[in-house]
């Protein structure tokens, strides 16, 4: 399939999941912008190298997804949005009653809020457009709690209620609207949770990974950014144009339990 002379947004995407959909959109033939909140030159040159690598258009343009206004300047420099991938997300584990209020402020502001400024700044470059995809990345922690995780379960839950809403409010455009909720992928994010919690049960790091972290998954594997990518680019094909408003769950199985 083509999506030549689409333009894809995707926020928190100079590293993992957002990296891996961006690369698989711009390998689709999409123009990509990339996002962090950071401004190094490893941020444009990733950039550089996508438009190089698929011979599609690709810029990087910083923006922080806490903070409102810049998630809404990010669509707004971004010029068109045919594709929002709201995928920033940060993560903090500890019990609620010692959670840090910034980190649970921020939690719900990266890994929520963003969706609902950059959302509302882009559905009217896709209603001009007469064609537009809002990809959602979730979690299996937008269908499933885990303790110690109150912050990104509450804000991972948000953001599928808010996918189904905003569905009902394109159903009758050619817009489609879902979110992407993989299990266990072994990218930055879940790489830094390895070391203390293999501190905190007394473990080596590869015990941690079998028997904690892929705990939950029934298919003891990670699942992978390219598998995710590969998934975000056919909720851009014709196929899936009757298919909005879903959670889709890419977790070996996690969430059929
Ligand atoms: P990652 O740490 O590799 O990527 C997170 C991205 O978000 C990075 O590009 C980072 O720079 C960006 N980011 C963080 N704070 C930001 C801010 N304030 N403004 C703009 N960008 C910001 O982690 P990942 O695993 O690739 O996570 C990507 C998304 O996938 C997150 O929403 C995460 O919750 C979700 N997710 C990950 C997993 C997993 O197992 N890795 C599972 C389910 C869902």
């Known amino acids: ?15 993992g999941i ?24 490893e941020d444009h040159a990733l950039a550089a190298g996508i438009a190089e690598e698929f011979g599609v258009e690709a810029r990087y ?28 997300g940060i993560q903090h584990v500890a019990p609620i009653d010692e959670f840090p209020v910034e980190k649970w402020d921020a939690i719900i502001a990266i890994n929520m809020t963003s969706a609902f400024h950059t959302t509302a700044a882009a559905l009217p470059l896709m209603r001009k457009a007469g064609w537009g995809r809002v990809i959602n990345v979730a979690s299996a922690h937008g269908l499933r709690a ?3 995780k109150a912050a990104y379960v509450t804000a991972k839950h948000g953001v599928v209620g808010m996918t189904k809403t905003v569905a009902l409010e394109t159903a009758k455009e050619p817009i489609t609207v879902n979110a992407i909720c993989p299990g266990y992928v072994l990218t930055p994010l879940v790489e830094a949770q ?14 941690v990974v079998e028997k904690v972290i892929l705990a939950k998954q029934p298919s003891k594997e990670f699942a992978t950014v390219e598998q995710i990518g590969g998934l975000a680019v056919f909720l851009c094909s014709d196929a899936a144009a009757q298919l909005t408003g879903q959670p889709i769950a890419v977790d070996g199985g996690w969430t059929a339990a």
């Open 1 to 15: 399939m083509s999506l030549n002379g689409k333009t894809a947004v995707i926020t928190g995407s100079n590293s």
């Open 194 to 207: 390895i070391p203390d919690t293999a501190k905190e049960y007394d473990m080596s790091e590869d015990e």
């Open 18 to 41: 957002g990296l891996g959909v961006a690369r698989a959109l711009a390998g689709a033939g999409a123009n990509v912008v990339l996002n962090s909140f950071t401004d190094r030159e």
């Open 61 to 88: 343009i910083q923006a922080d997804m806490s903070k409102g206004d810049q998630c809404r300047a990010l669509i707004e420099k971004a010029g068109a949005c045919d594709i929002l991938v709201n995928n920033a």
């Open 146 to 148: 885990s303790p110690y």
